[in-house]
């Protein structure tokens, strides 16, 4: 072994212990590990530790490395860069490699958990990128990866500069120039370069320059079929008896706390779930992945539909028959065409939720120009609209748009709606479809404080004369109702009312919020929502949207608490609060009237329910008493 100390310093000591730690004995080769930096006291140590089995084990200079390697003829060499750990077998990996190739190879290097010519997942982008799973079990499904075993020669460009093991022969044809510049880690013209797919050496980190180089350099994904039998198996490791195929956007909200849920019950239960998403701006790219995966290689980005065969590839390896379509937000219109075309070439049934009014509108929010609820127009008012202020899914007649959302929900097993409310909407538009109500489950958060059946004490202070203080969860936007809250408050100051609004999460304009005494906390983990709320201890929670809703997480939290919840009487949520006999309505006239509806928040009694979940929330399991079976 030798190492060459010179100009930086980054994981070094991390390198030599991985690299005593694996066991190379009896190989007749050399491994020089290069760092440049000068040696601090505690690599030092270990560099003596080196030396005292192996008198070679430190050359400090270029001159004396190249000396030292032409001393000892006959043996093949590995350069190891000081950024890179190795993994256990990994030198004799790479040998097979030679061994099982034709004579007259240069080079053969591993995958790198970095950038690169070899880098995997990525070729261009951070060294060292975080995945669901340890390196050490990445290289171990590499090593047993068939197209890894299996794979004809892969050849590459040039000798890359992280690991590479070096044939004897045509180390002693370069010359001392160009023997020089494999260890400076330029680049050396010449001989046949292979890589070893079964191998990958974690590469820990990369120099900000290597960086920004990299950042610019234009990458292609060289092995493909390496690549997507890593993804493959990656994803194997989650897989159960049973698996689902989840079609949905990335965009968080109400949707993702859904479905991240409905993933991990159904996991629970043996069913594996996994998530086909739309990635990029033309709306016709996917990337298939499970719940915790993390930066895919070939599965990160498919495009349809010159991707259907791997797309159809994958779900078969991973045993999936069947789809569950919750949102197609994300996707063109032109995609989505595309998504349902796939589904009926590869033979999949699929069930659909509708968490929101996507099918009878592009806008998807029920939203004018002025975002406002639009009243539904008929077909020419909606054409206009759409002309007018686009839509979430590009220029789109709103003609076609139903009717491409009349063949999807045609061709559905089943069709879940949140709510009646919904389920009323769609059978206007869609007469022809019959909508099952489907609650969504109730949160194990929601279910854990309902049995723990303490209600919540409004603030203490109110009724000492004090502000009543009104709470707004989440986002508060401009659909959510951030300019009535935003009128509301300004109303409360003018008037010297008693009133204090709180904002738990985020609003549209939090400076315009804070100015008209709007206090907001910030943005939160939805796990942390009830633990907030309780310490805000608020008199009443605001539900202050401004179009009708489809669903709401909140408002199960504020029944699950105990809380007085208000709201406009529209949509799902006033449906809800009708049911559960709770809460307080405020008629649709007060939107446009902040003194009206402070003068309701004033006057409205000071209740404290008893914790609550609605009882169609409640599910034994999903298979059979939300599904009725899974193909």
């Not at 892969?154 to 004897?168: E, G």
């Not at 234009?218 to 890593?230: A, G």
Request: net charge neutral; glycine share 8%; aromatic share 8%.
């Amino acid at each position: 072994m030798i190492v060459r100390a010179g100009i930086r310093q980054v994981f070094t000591q991390a390198v030599l212990q991985r690299l005593m730690d694996a066991n190379v004995d009896g190989e007749d080769f050399q491994i020089c590990v290069l760092t440049r930096w000068p040696v601090r006291q505690r690599l030092r140590r270990d560099l003596k530790r080196l030396a005292s089995a192996n008198p070679d084990a430190w050359r400090r200079t270029l001159p004396g490395l190249l000396k030292l390697i032409a001393d000892q003829p006959g043996r093949d060499l590995i350069i190891l860069n000081d950024t890179c750990l190795v993994p256990n077998g990994w030198a004799s990996r790479l040998r097979s490699t030679i061994r099982q190739s034709d004579p007259g190879i240069a080079t053969v290097s591993p995958l790198t958990t970095g950038t690169g010519t070899t880098g995997y997942p990525l070729q261009s982008g951070p060294d060292d990128p975080e995945l669901e799973i340890d390196w050490p079990v990445l290289d171990r499904l590499a090593s047993e990866a068939d197209d890894a075993r299996q794979a004809g020669p892969i050849h590459l460009p040039h000798a890359p500069d992280s690991c590479v093991y070096v044939t004897r022969g045509w180390f002693e044809s370069l010359g001392k120039w160009r023997a020089a510049s494999l260890f400076l880690g330029l680049p050396v013209s010449g001989g046949v370069h292979l890589l070893a797919p079964q191998v990958i050496v974690r590469k820990c980190a990369s120099p900000a320059a290597t960086w920004k180089r990299r950042q610019t350099m234009e990458t292609q994904n060289n092995f493909p079929s390496i690549c997507f039998s890593l993804d493959l198996a990656r994803l194997r490791l989650a897989a159960g008896n049973r698996a689902v195929l989840f079609v949905t956007h990335g965009l968080g909200g109400g949707t993702e706390l859904h479905v991240t849920d409905m993933a991990r019950r159904l996991e629970k239960e043996g069913t594996s779930v996994f998530f086909l998403r739309p990635v990029g701006k033309d709306g016709t790219a996917v990337r298939l992945a499970s719940l915790d995966t993390r930066q895919m290689s070939v599965l990160s980005r498919l495009q349809l539909p010159s991707d259907f065969g791997i797309l159809a590839a994958a779900l078969r390896e991973l045993g999936i028959s069947f789809a569950h379509i919750h949102h197609l937000a994300g996707f063109s219109a032109k995609g989505i065409e595309l998504i349902m075309q796939f589904m009926r070439e590869a033979g999949f049934p699929y069930d659909l939720t509708l968490h929101d009014h996507t099918a009878i509108c592009p806008r998807i929010l029920l939203l004018d120009g002025n975002g406002r609820y639009c009243g539904e127009p008929d077909t020419d008012g909606c054409r206009a609209c759409i002309s007018r202020n686009g839509s979430d899914f590009g220029q789109v007649d709103i003609a076609e748009w139903r009717s491409i959302w009349s063949t999807i929900l045609e061709g559905a097993r089943n069709i879940y709606v949140p709510s009646l409310y919904l389920q009323s909407r769609i059978n206007r538009y869609f007469p022809a479809i019959r909508p099952i109500f489907r609650s969504h489950p109730v949160l194990e958060s929601d279910r854990a404080l309902v049995v723990s059946r303490r209600p919540t004490a409004p603030d203490e202070h109110a009724s000492e004369g004090r502000s009543r203080r009104i709470a707004i969860l989440g986002a508060l936007v401009g659909h959510k109702g951030f300019d009535v809250v935003l009128r509301c408050a300004a109303d409360a100051r003018i008037r010297r009312l008693p009133l204090e609004f709180v904002v738990i999460g985020f609003t549209a304009d939090d400076h315009a919020a804070n100015r008209a005494g709007i206090r907001v906390t910030g943005a939160f983990d939805p796990q942390d929502l009830s633990a907030l709320i309780l310490q805000e201890r608020p008199s009443a929670v605001l539900f202050a949207s401004i179009v009708p809703e489809t669903y709401s997480y909140t408002l199960s939290t504020v029944f699950a608490l105990g809380l007085m919840p208000i709201a406009f009487d529209t949509g799902a949520v006033a449906e809800r609060l009708r049911n559960a006999g709770r809460g307080h309505l405020l008629p649709l006239c007060l939107i446009d009237n902040p003194a009206g509806i402070n003068d309701r928040l004033l006057v409205l009694p000071e209740t404290c329910y008893t914790p609550f979940a609605e009882e169609a929330g409640f599910y034994p399991d999903l298979e059979w008493s939300y599904y009725g079976g899974i193909p």
